[in-house]
């Protein structure tokens, strides 16, 4: 531990007194066996030989392989639990740039063993580890593609760091976490019809577009607040549009004629799009029917309300920027979309890539449709934001139809 505290002064951290590496722990910077892992994960010669290369260099330095193992058994200890990247500093001063983001890298492959260990220990299915072990894949090869470096960002780590204890699941061909959604919602059915009419939940505050107001610290000055009551004989309260927009009126519906099928907090299936191939709704409506039944099996006592997504996908604005048959836009219609206090800076990473902004929107890359769309929407005073959406179990066998949309 010695060398870890002599480090962690050296870099400028805060050293952890209260937690011991394990001395008989064996190392995690081994590069033959990363190596192994990078395979694994499909990378192909030219990553693996990369991270193989840096992993050499940073094992020569025997401070660092310390560090390195500590930040490896404290993130993937096989406990499946969400680490704390707090305790990893936002650069490692004796470290250049393309040694960090493999340093990242190297941690993310250092966990594949104990992500098979874990997994099995909590009897999930095999297709998981699959999936969690591709998602590092993904991410490497998306910081190779935007900043010509083999490793990751230390926001990718983080993800990294959830996916590898299992938190989110991957099944299909998307990843889902069992988690309250607090969207500021109350969701009715009518007791004939079937149709569903979401409202904003008291104290909500919107702008004049129907947003959550002050995100990325803009306010409208006639911004407003939201009310919702409930009473045996009404409801009233601000509809909220399946286009994901707050209405300023009040809607009073007959409460006999309703009933309530998702209220704020309630646990649903939080859904994640993984980067990877073209993404089709058999694909979607394939995934989710798997995955809810996947969590109704594995969690028995939790009642699961539905599916949710708090995504860059989601924003409603894309509705005039994209073009009518988008693929994002087809996702985007199946969902009862919501506004949430997100803005948009994971579109803009997610859109224009790792440095696409570096030098402001005007050099920004418009090489796809969408990036030339979003930087003209951007040059004319618009702002991106992420957006919510939910569905519940009943529409599923529609997904395809935009069932909230008739």
């Not at 499909?42 to 193989?52: D, N, P, V």
């Not at 991957?170 to 149709?195: D, E, F, N």
Request: with cysteine; net charge neutral.
């Amino acid at each position: 531990m010695a060398q870890l505290f002599d480090l962690a002064e050296k870099l400028r951290i805060r050293p952890f007194p209260t937690i011991d590496a394990d001395p008989a722990a064996p190392p995690r910077l081994n590069p033959a066996k990363l190596a192994e892992e990078a395979r694994n994960a499909g990378l192909s010669e030219e990553e693996t030989a990369s991270l193989e290369q840096a992993a050499r260099r940073l094992a020569a330095q025997p401070d660092l392989c310390a560090y390195f193992n500590w930040l490896s058994l404290r993130f993937f200890d096989g406990t499946l639990r969400v680490p704390d990247l707090a305790v990893l500093p936002e650069k490692i001063g004796i470290l250049n740039e393309a040694e960090l983001y493999a340093f990242f890298g190297l941690l993310a492959l250092s966990g594949f063993d104990s992500c098979r260990r874990g997994f099995a220990a909590a009897q999930l299915p095999p297709e998981t580890v699959a999936g969690a072990i591709d998602d590092c894949r993904i991410w490497i090869r998306h910081f190779r593609k935007n900043r010509g470096m083999t490793g990751v960002s230390r926001r990718a780590l983080g993800w990294l760091c959830g996916v590898l204890n299992a938190d989110p699941l991957t099944i299909g061909r998307m990843q889902y976490r069992l988690c309250p959604l607090h969207a500021g919602l109350q969701v009715y059915r009518h007791r004939h019809s079937g149709k569903v009419l979401a409202f904003a939940a008291a104290g909500c505050r919107f702008n004049r577009a129907g947003f959550v107001d002050g995100v990325d610290g803009e306010f409208d000055p006639v911004a407003w607040t939201a009310e919702f009551t409930v009473t045996p004989d009404r409801i009233a309260g601000h509809f909220i549009t399946p286009t994901g927009h707050a209405e300023r009126e009040i809607t009073t519906l007959p409460a006999a004629d309703y009933l309530c099928v998702f209220r704020d907090g309630d646990l649903t299936l939080d859904t994640h799009i993984p980067e990877g191939d073209a993404l089709t709704l058999d694909d979607c409506r394939e995934s989710m029917t798997r995955a809810l039944a996947f969590f109704r099996g594995y969690r028995p006592e939790d009642k699961i309300r539905g599916f949710s997504c708090l995504s860059w996908m989601l924003d409603p604005q894309y509705e005039f920027l994209l073009k009518p048959n988008s693929r994002i836009l087809a996702f985007m219609r199946q969902y009862y979309l919501f506004p949430i206090a997100e803005g948009g800076a994971d579109a803009l990473w997610r859109i224009f890539g790792e440095d696409g902004l570096r030098n402001g929107i005007a050099g920004a890359p418009r090489r796809t449709s969408m990036q030339r769309k979003v930087a003209e929407f951007i040059e004319r005073g618009g702002k991106l934001r992420s957006g919510g959406g939910f569905l519940l179990p009943e529409e599923l066998p529609r997904y395809g139809e935009a069932p909230y949309r008739d």
